[in-house]
């Protein structure tokens, strides 16, 4: 049976690269950002992205399409670690709180019968949190919780989510992630460019003088190698936002085409021309990781045994 799928706060697509080659049709994917839509537009054409303003997205426009499966992954920065954690009183918590809403308003004939939620560790006992499984509860899905990084399946990149999925059916038996066979991190990074240095990576030498000692540098043939997590402040922000890479006699930033190979996008994967690289980092960084996302859609009987 083919799932017809509807992604809320779609960005550049890791719901779609992660269902890539299922038996599921992407009816919908909704994203507030343009710059990301054009990123998923490139990648998945046959999808039918639009930019939509999810604080006021009506219960009509969400269950016309008829889709089995929601997949949302809204605003992180309400409930990340490292922010002031204004949960609700957060102005980026208003859309998905809008949805909250809105589900809470479709008729029971017209429920997904599957939904997901991805966002960071922290939005688990959060007010935001508790108002979504008080709704799920309500609306009689059964819920399934989980924290999962992607170094507990292989890859060498952490980046610990929460994630939720619910079923208004039976969920699928819990059992251990898939085993898989570890990728070193010189398995994800770019060619050399004939001995060159790629452009825009290079930290400048003053910078590394006076802060090189708080980077997280890694060596690129080190088999142990792990990355920490990239975040949407990657190139802006110098401190906790990501790992930088021994190049030769110098340190580089991690291209944004290494960072969503990390997150195993696919290998042809591309951001268009016309954006930065800032914006690329920026977008990659709000990004899914594919290899969990799968993870977590084996909580529905449908896909316990694709992967």
Same mark, same amino acid.
């Given at each position: ?16 690269a ?22 998923y ?15 006021r ?18 605003p ?5 670690e ?29 429920l ?27 609306r ?16 060498? +990149?952490? %980046?610990? &989510?929460?994630? =939720? *999925?619910a ?6 038996? @819990?059992?251990?992630? $898939? ?17 060159a ?22 060596d ?13 402040g ?25 960072i969503?190979?990390?997150?195993h ?10 954006? +930065?690289l %800032?914006? &690329?980092w920026? =977008? *990659? ?7 969990? @996302?799968?993870?977590? $859609? ?10």
């Amino acid at each position: 049976m083919t799932i017809r799928a509807l992604e809320l706060f779609c960005g550049i697509g890791g719901f779609a690269a992660a269902v890539a080659g299922w038996d599921v049709q992407v009816v919908g994917a909704l994203d507030q950002d343009g710059a990301a839509l054009s990123v998923y537009r490139r990648n998945f054409p046959g999808h039918p992205a639009r930019q939509a303003d999810l604080e006021r997205v009506g219960a009509w426009e969400l269950t016309a399409a008829g889709a089995d499966l929601w997949w949302l992954s809204p605003p992180c920065q309400p409930y990340c670690e490292r922010g002031i954690r204004r949960d609700l009183d957060d102005p980026r918590a208003r859309s998905f709180d809008h949805l909250r809403e809105t589900l809470s308003l479709v008729p029971e004939e017209k429920l997904p019968p599957r939904l997901c939620l991805e966002n960071v560790a922290g939005f688990a006992g959060s007010r935001a949190h508790a108002r979504f499984l008080d709704l799920l509860g309500a609306r009689g899905y059964e819920v399934r919780e989980r924290h999962l990084c992607p170094t507990e399946l292989g890859v060498p +990149s952490r %980046r610990p &989510r929460y994630y =939720l *999925a619910a079923s208004r059916t039976l969920l699928a038996p @819990v059992t251990p992630p $898939l085993p898989s066979v570890p990728r070193p991190l010189a398995g994800y990074l770019d060619p050399p460019p004939h001995g060159a240095v790629p452009d825009g990576l290079i930290m400048p030498v003053d910078v590394l003088a006076r802060f090189g000692k708080g980077f997280r540098i890694l060596d690129p043939v080190d088999p142990a190698a792990c990355t920490t997590c990239f975040t949407s402040g990657y190139g802006k922000s110098l401190m906790n936002a990501g790992s930088y890479l021994r190049w030769g006699e110098t340190v580089r930033r991690f291209s944004p085409e290494e960072i969503t190979r990390l997150l195993h996008f696919p290998e042809e994967f591309r951001f268009p021309e016309e954006l +930065s690289l %800032r914006k &690329r980092w920026h =977008l *990659a960084g709000n990004s899914l990781s594919v290899v969990a @996302v799968r993870e977590v $859609l084996r909580a529905f009987p449908e896909f316990a045994k694709v992967i």
